[in-house]
T-cell receptor
Framework: NAGVMQNPRHLVRRRGQEARLRCSPM?????VYWYRQLPEEGLKFMVY????????ESGMPKERFSAEFPKEGPSILRIQQVVRGDSAAYFC???????????FGSGTRLTVV | GENVEQHPSTLSVQEGDSAVIKCTYS??????FPWYKQELGKRPQLIID?????GEKKDQRIAVTLNKTAKHFSLHITETQPEDSAVYFC???????????FGKGTRLSVIA
């Protein structure tokens, strides 16, 4: 069981570029969650998706951020026109039933220069 | 929505002593309370969880207690070891379509 796979592990973008973060959930898991973690801070919820559906995006900034979980392929978190404040670790988690036992991926560390 | 407060933010203990981390939550509908351990530069890993139908759960040196009336839950680590040093996060959810809400974390340092 490969676990939750995130790539890339590290991503450097210049201000104004786009960042694409990918997450493949554990086998058998159909619920995906994205969290953002700033240095020395906790995990802040961004968005919750199931296949082809956004269930809860209450933690997503209204502009520049979007997420999808297509029928085929990984979930994608997209950040357009990145700014320095977007620098953070972005973690994806998945669960089988959307209730218990979130498993986290290793995260993508985004640095905006 | 749910709000989870976690204390203390940092905790230092001598090896072999016990460590206790406390969390409070605001939503009385919450019924699932996991704890995650995050080592430096790594992913959060689930170490123990408790559901609202029990008051205490133990797994070797780790235990979690839940007081639903007071809306607080605690992590207890006994006989601490240097490898217990990490950041610990508590979380809560109502197990419906509401995602886990995390506390801000406790940095535990176990001094040999």
């Amino acid at each position: 069981n490969a676990g939750v796979m995130q790539n890339p592990r590290h991503l450097v973008r210049r201000r104004g570029q786009e960042a694409r973060l990918r997450c493949s959930p554990m086998k058998g898991h159909s619920h995906v969650y994205w969290y953002r973690q700033l240095p020395e801070e906790g995990l802040k919820f961004m968005v919750y998706l199931q296949k082809e559906n956004i269930i809860d995006e209450s933690g997503m900034p209204k502009e520049r951020f979007s997420a999808e979980f297509p029928k085929e392929g990984p979930s994608i978190l997209r950040i357009q026109q990145v700014v320095r404040g977007d620098s953070a670790a972005y973690f994806c988690a998945s669960s089988r039933d959307g209730r218990y036992g979130y498993t986290f991926g290793s995260g993508t560390r985004l640095t905006v220069v | 929505g749910e709000n989870v407060e976690q204390h203390p933010s940092t905790l230092s203990v001598q090896e072999g002593d016990s460590a206790v981390i406390k969390c409070t939550y605001s939503d009385s509908a919450s019924n699932y309370f996991p704890w995650y351990k995050q080592e430096l530069g790594k992913r959060p890993q689930l170490i123990i969880d408790i559901r609202s139908n029990v008051g205490e759960k133990k797994d070797q040196r780790i235990a979690v207690t839940l007081n639903k009336t007071a809306k607080h839950f605690s992590l207890h680590i006994t006989e601490t070891q240097p490898e217990d040093s990490a950041v610990y996060f508590c979380a809560a959810t109502d197990s419906g379509n509401t995602p886990l809400v995390f506390g801000k974390g406790t940095r535990l340092s176990v001094i040999a």
